[in-house]
C-alpha cells in the first residue's frame, strides 16, 4: 500500500494549518461552543467573601463550649442578614446573628449552627451543643483564589467554562474567530434532497452528513451545489472562495476513476498537491492540497469513508484553524461481540457500537464503505492494525471513541 499514514497525513495538515487570524468580542449568551482566544484568571476570590453554608445563627464557637441538650448555652439574638444582605455590626460573646444559605459571615463569628438544631424562643437562642471553630463555614475563594488560570486559550467554551467567566463578573468572551469551511459534494450521479429520484442517480448524502458535523464543530460553512465531474467547472467552482476560505472540504472524485476530477481540479485551480493516498481503509484515497491561502481535503466520495476520514482527519485539522487546543480521540481496549469476517492486509476501521458499562464493543451488519445506515448509533471505531486476521468474539480490540 503506498500513500502515508494516518499520523503523518494529520501531522502534514496540522503543519500547513495557521492558527485563526482575528477573534471576534461576543456576548456571553452566544459564546457556547466557541473558543477562548485568551488565557482567562480569576481577577477576585471566590466567593468573595466567607459565608455560610446553610439556614441557621452565626456564633462564636468558642461560646457554645460544654452546651449539652440538657444543659444549652444560651445566646442572644442580635440581628438577621438574608443572602444579599450585608450586616456591618461586629458579633460580640455571647450574641448570634440569624444567618441564611449564602449571607457573608459577620465580623467576629467563626461558625454557624444549623436552624433545625436550635430552639429561638424571642431574642434568645439555646444551642444543645459546642461547635468547632470553622464549623459549617464557607471561605472566601473556597471556589477558585485570585490569580487562578481558569480557562485556557483554546480551550472550548462549554457549559461550565461559561458559567466560570460569568462567576467572575465576565459579561463577554474574546474567542477566535469561527474557521471558514466551503463545502461540496463532486458527482454527476447526485441529486440533492428535494428533487424526485431518477434511474443511476443519488442522494447527496454526505454534504448533509459533513455541514451537520460542521455545524457541532462550530464551523463557518458555505455550502456550494453539487460539483459537476468535469474538472473546468468544478476548479471555477471552488477557485472565488479560495481567499475566504480556511479549507475546502470535498468529497468524491479522488480516485483513479474517470471522473475522478480533483487531480485535474487541483492543477487548475491552482493548488499544490499535499498528498494523495492515507494508509487506511475505508478512506484511501484521500487528497489533501494547499492553495495560497486555503488547505484543501479532497474525502472519497463513499459515505463512511467519508465520514470516517473526516473524523480522523479533517477534525484535527479543523479544530487547529479554529484555534483549539488538540484533542485526541480517547483510545480503549474493548471486547468484540461479534465476528468479524475479512481479513485486514492494510489498517482498517470499522464502526462499532461501544458500551462503555461492559467494556464491550458490537459490530453492525453491514461494513462496506457505500453503506451509510450501519453507522446510525455507533459511537467509535475499532482500529485493526495491518495484518488482522478474521476477528471472533471475544477478541480485543483497540477502540476509538467518537
Ligand atoms: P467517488 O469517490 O466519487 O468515486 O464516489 C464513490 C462512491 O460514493 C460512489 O458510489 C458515489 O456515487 C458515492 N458518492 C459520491 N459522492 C456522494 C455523496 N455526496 N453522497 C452520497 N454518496 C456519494
Ligand atoms: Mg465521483
Not at 25 to 38: H, N, Q
Not at 113 to 123: F, S
Not at 250 to 270: A, F, N, Q, W, Y
Request: charge should be negative; hydrophobic fraction near 40%.
Amino acid at each position: 500500500m503506498e500513500g502515508i499514514t494516518l499520523e503523518e497525513a494529520v501531522e502534514l495538515l496540522l503543519s500547513r494549518a495557521s492558527s485563526p487570524a482575528g477573534t471576534d468580542e461576543i456576548p456571553l449568551s452566544e459564546a457556547l461552543g466557541r473558543t477562548l482566544a485568551e488565557d482567562m484568571r480569576a481577577e477576585f476570590d471566590n466567593p468573595p467573601f466567607d459565608r455560610s453554608p446553610l439556614d441557621g445563627y452565626a456564633l462564636i464557637a468558642a461560646d457554645t463550649a460544654g452546651a449539652t441538650k440538657e444543659s444549652p448555652v444560651r445566646l442572644r439574638i442580635v440581628g438577621e442578614e438574608c443572602a444579599g444582605d450585608f450586616f456591618s455590626g461586629t458579633i460580640h460573646s455571647g450574641e448570634a446573628l440569624r444567618i441564611m444559605t449564602g449571607g457573608a459571615m459577620p465580623q467576629g463569628t467563626d461558625a454557624v449552627i444549623r436552624q433545625e438544631d436550635v430552639q429561638a424562643t424571642g431574642e434568645v437562642l439555646s444551642v444543645p451543643y459546642a461547635l468547632r471553630h470553622h464549623e459549617n463555614y464557607c471561605f472566601a475563594g473556597e471556589d477558585v483564589k485570585q490569580g487562578a488560570l481558569l480557562v485556557r486559550q483554546g480551550e472550548i467554551l462549554d457549559a461550565p467554562r461559561i458559567g466560570v467567566l460569568a462567576s467572575q463578573g465576565r459579561a463577554k468572551a474574546k474567542v477566535f474567530r469561527r474557521p471558514r469551511i466551503v463545502l461540496g459534494g463532486t458527482g454527476d450521479e447526485l441529486l440533492q434532497p428535494g428533487e424526485p429520484l431518477a434511474p443511476g442517480k443519488i442522494y447527496n448524502s454526505n454534504l448533509y452528513l459533513l455541514s451537520a458535523r460542521l455545524q457541532e464543530l462550530g464551523a463557518e460553512t458555505i455550502i456550494l451545489g453539487i460539483i459537476p465531474d468535469e474538472p473546468q467547472r468544478a476548479s471555477a467552482e471552488l477557485r472565488p472562495h479560495q481567499d475566504w476560505a480556511d479549507l475546502l472540504l470535498t468529497t468524491g472524485g479522488v480516485s483513479v476513476g474517470k471522473k475522478d476530477i480533483m487531480h485535474e481540479v487541483i492543477r487548475l485551480l491552482p493548488a499544490r498537491r499535499l498528498f494523495w493516498g492515507v494508509q487506511m481503509k475505508p478512506g484511501y484515497p484521500l487528497l489533501a492540497y494547499e492553495g495560497d491561502r486555503s488547505l484543501g481535503v479532497a474525502l472519497s466520495g463513499n459515505p463512511f469513508a467519508a465520514c470516517t476520514t473526516f473524523e480522523l482527519i479533517a477534525r484535527p485539522l479543523i479544530d487547529k484553524l479554529a484555534g483549539r487546543l488538540p484533542r485526541p480521540l480517547p483510545r480503549v481496549k474493548a471486547t468484540l461481540k461479534d465476528a468479524f469476517p475479512k481479513e485486514s492486509r492494510g489498517r482498517r476501521f470499522i464502526r462499532a457500537r461501544f458500551d462503555v458499562v461492559a467494556g464491550t464493543v458490537s459490530l453492525p451488519g453491514q461494513h462496506s464503505s457505500g453503506s451509510l445506515f450501519s453507522a446510525v448509533g455507533c459511537n467509535a471505531l475499532i482500529d485493526l492494525p495491518p495484518g488482522t486476521g478474521k476477528l471472533l468474539p471475544g477478541d480485543r480490540v483497540e477502540v476509538l471513541l467518537l
